[in-house]
């Protein structure tokens, strides 16, 4: 099968949000200094759909877009974009990324045909146990100096760089830090998400000076100027990595982590952290082999673990490839969904059991776990007419497959899922045919809270993203020093005898994962153009009780098979995706959500 033709630009929607109507009193910070915009201010407008030649950049932000196509513009690649556009949402979106965090890095390389990954998962400090959180609250873990992984950022950026880039990291990172300088418009989304983190933010010193400038929220349609993280990204630039994981920086990250800067008067414990300089030091941005299944005939290239996504969104479609999803759709919309949740149900089952750091994975599970023979013997528990009782049991991905139903209980599932909405994804392709999506993240919305005094970012609490109270110190999530978290981030791309056709991912926690599969299905699947399928209304069945669906997802079919549902957690919404599809000739259609997270921003280098 090839990818379906659609129009491309069905369901396409552009937001428009021109700064100069916004307005609001001026507001001077202390540190993040905060400003009534000026009317000409830039880079508010936001497109959802981009059709055209040369290059694109898919991201949530308009900044972040514009950095990545100018230096698309400018003969960069796709690497070179992704980068700039990344250390750009560090300064636009410092709640959800930033060289605080990690994430996940994957590139289609032209030249080699072949589809390369990075894991810039931050790591447990080693001497982390799998103790080390039991008896925390949830709560108390994140607002800790424990929560905090070493970042795997940076080094990210300078290894894809060095690798398969052609600028420099002061290059890459030249229009990050001139966004950081002159500031970028304050709107809804990021005077919501401030709001939504005002308790904490306020008892941390330096978190509270930079994000409550003036001791407030900042106003929407305020200019928010970040001039420490400029000066951190130009130092970052001009002394090397090596500034942060065995310099001053690493130093000040490491005093941050061990003795929180918090507020004398605040009544919250912020607990120290483990992290030493050696640990910072010891850090590695991995090359892994990407998961890869097959697909109607398509290749599906995704990350590996530490990640869960490649492995969970592959075994989900390897157990749908048994159904002609297409087919069933045309006939019936509810019986076609109702195959992706039970699906999506089973992948998960397996994901909690089976899967977490890779050195606390069995030996040769992952490649189990994605074969189609596993799949299809989990396919056998898959009931076309009814809903399965939630927990489903987990399969046994032991190499010998047979039609039996049998299962083994999945542990996980007792395990209350805080993985948060948070992250940002971002997509780029170049016009020599490379392609990078990248998924990152500080975790949740915020991340510990703790900023780096006087560095203009905030700290992720990816550890929170470890089974916090395991039942076995064995257990593949549990915590362990010099481990790295399980995540869901997914960014994923699809090739048709080797060359992209599709590129695509998600912010969401554990919901990344079904998001991402619900957009390929939409796309692949049921026929929908890619803007349709970013924009569909999403439904996400993680193997437990309930189905989490969005308010316009129709739920009333699917509740005769026994599905029931509830709201996603505020806002409401899940996964604010971007993607970019290939055509033939060249052309490119990039896409980003139209209105969730207040939408996103898609551009090609030379428009239709
Ligand atoms: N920590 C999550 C993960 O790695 C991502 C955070 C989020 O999306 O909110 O999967």
Redesign the pocket.
Known sequence: MTLPRRPLLAAATALVVPAALLTGPSVTGVAGAAERAPAAHRATAKQATAVGRGGAVSTVDPEATRAGLRVLRHGGNAVDAAVAAAATLGVTEPYSTGIGGGGYFVFYDAKAHRVRTIDGRETAPMSTTADTYRGLSFDEAVNSGLSVGVPGTARTWSRALHRWGTLDLAEALAPATAVARRGFVVDQTFRDQTASNEARFRDIVPTRELFLPGGQLPVVGSVFRNPALADTYDRLGRKGVDWLYGGRLGREIVHTVQVPPKDPAATRNVRPGLMTAADLARYRAVRRAPTHVGYRGLGVWGMAPS?SGGSTVGEALNILENVDLGAVYRADHTKALHDYLEASALAFADRGKYVGAPSSMQPGVLGQLTSQGFADERFCSLDQTKAATKPVPAGTPDGSYDTNCDGVPDQSAAVADH?????SHLTTADRWGNVVTYTL?I??TGGSALTVPGRGFLLNN?LT?FDLAPASPTAPNAPGGGKRPR???SPTIVTDHGRPVLATGS????T?ITTVLQVLIDRLDFGMSLPQAVAAPRASQRNTADVQAEPAFDRAGLSAYGHTFVDPPAPGEIGAVTGIEFRSGGRMVAVAEPVRRGGGDARVVHPR
Request: proline share 5%.
């Open positions: 990640s993985e948060g909405l948070s992250t993240t975790e949740q990816e993203d995540s869901s981030m912010p969401g926690g554990s990344i």
